[in-house]
């Protein structure tokens, strides 16, 4: 069906900035909504952003401003463009897919393996 697969995680400073990419490979025909998620040590995992084959996007209140979601469909990948990053950005950040079109059926719940994050000085 689909596997997922991030890049660009690693350290950075506080107010830096931090590129993450997830690349979608498998027998699929199209994928309706990508997204990003993470998880810190001692909390549950939140959603970051979303975004849809038509280019609608949302994102968490926490992020809002300084992280930019975008995705290329004919390479069926997303990215992550993250600014102005501080300490409590740091966490796994998985990449997530949802509403994807097999020719088998419609399936969801697709992740990646996760990639981490750290922003420390």
């Known amino acids: 069906q689909v596997q997922l697969v991030e890049s660009g995680g690693g350290l950075v400073q506080p107010g830096g900035s931090l590129r993450l990419s997830c690349a979608a490979s498998?027998?699929?025909?199209?994928?309706?909504?990508m997204g990003w998620y993470r998880q810190a040590p001692g909390k549950q995992r939140e959603l970051v952003a979303t975004?849809?084959?038509?280019?609608?996007?949302n994102y968490a209140d926490s992020v809002k401003g300084r992280f930019t979601i975008s995705r290329d469909n004919a390479k069926n990948t997303v990215y992550l463009q993250m600014n102005s990053l501080n300490p409590e950005d740091t966490a796994v950040y998985y990449c997530?897919?949802?509403?994807?079109?097999?020719?088998?059926?419609?399936?969801?719940?697709?992740w990646g393996q996760g990639t981490q994050v750290t922003v420390s000085s």
């Open positions: 975004i849809t084959s038509g280019g609608s996007t």
């Open positions: 498998g027998s699929f025909f199209s994928i309706n909504v």
């Open positions: 997530n897919a949802e509403k994807i079109r097999t020719v088998q059926g419609v399936f969801s719940g697709y």
